[in-house]
């Protein structure tokens, strides 16, 4: 049995909480296809690809990550961010254009042509075809999705899931704890804490039960009843 995640970087490695979840479903294999700075049609498009190779035994997780992110070049290989950046974790390594080049036509693209409610359209329908096409056609039914960042910046909730707008996103939660329960409260810190693996808060036990305390709905939806903490030692 394959433990699939699909998603941004809080599903880009088989580590910590990505590997309890595995274990916990007692998965043989792990398909990591979650990639950094990746945005809602690049995990869109990976489903596309790969919905026909999950079993009917397998689990699924999808990261459903912020609107503002987008995905360009002829490799699907540059994935930007709203404010022009260009993630440095790129898919393919071949292209046309150099980087300053890519760099000036997202920064062009974001004062010129971007529109705040085109996309936000956009990733309605992406988010609508993931939840209403895409999932019920595939074999399995441990399946679940969540918004992994900037779950305000979905403005167009129509004929969506109710539950991904009330419950945290997991970054939310990251931080959450590290303001709450460490009493940390300086912004570059907490990033710099949180620039880990799946953006995991590392060498500190407790945040395990605090977060998978936090994902009660996924937990249901993977059917996992008991979550098996030993992998973490692995």
């Given at each position: 049995m394959t433990f699939w995640a699909f998603g941004d970087s809080f599903m880009a490695h088989n580590e910590n909480y990505i590997r309890v979840l595995a274990n916990?479903?007692?998965?043989?294999?792990?398909?990591?296809?979650?990639v950094h700075g990746s945005g809602l049609l690049f995990t869109y498009q990976q489903l596309l690809l790969n919905k026909d190779r999950i079993k009917k035994d397998d689990v699924v997780l999808i990261g459903l990550s912020s609107p503002s992110r987008h995905l360009f070049g002829d490799d699907n290989n540059w994935h930007?961010?709203?404010?022009?950046a260009v993630s440095d974790r790129r898919v393919g390594q071949s292209t046309r254009h150099n980087r300053i080049e890519i760099e000036k036509a997202a920064n062009d693209y974001f004062k010129y042509l971007y529109n705040?409610?085109?996309v936000q359209n956009l990733a309605h329908a992406i988010v609508t075809s993931i939840f209403k096409s895409i999932i019920p056609s595939l074999k399995t039914q441990r399946v679940s999705a969540a918004i992994t960042v900037d779950r305000?910046?979905?403005?167009?909730?129509?004929?969506?899931?109710?539950?991904?707008?009330?419950?945290?996103?997991l970054h939310s939660i990251a931080v959450r704890y590290l303001e709450e329960e460490l009493?940390?409260?300086n912004e570059a810190i907490i990033r710099k804490t949180l620039n880990t693996y799946n953006h995991w808060?590392?060498?500190?036990?407790?945040?395990?039960k605090y977060f998978f305390n936090n994902i009660p709905r996924i937990l249901n939806d993977l059917k996992i009843d008991k979550v098996d903490y030993s992998a973490k030692l692995i």
């Open positions: 916990s479903c007692n998965a043989s294999r792990v398909r990591i296809l979650g930007v961010l709203a404010a022009g705040d409610y085109h305000y910046g979905y403005s167009n909730t129509f004929n969506l899931p109710e539950y991904l707008f009330k419950e945290p996103d009493k940390l409260d808060i590392e060498d500190d036990d407790r945040y395990y």
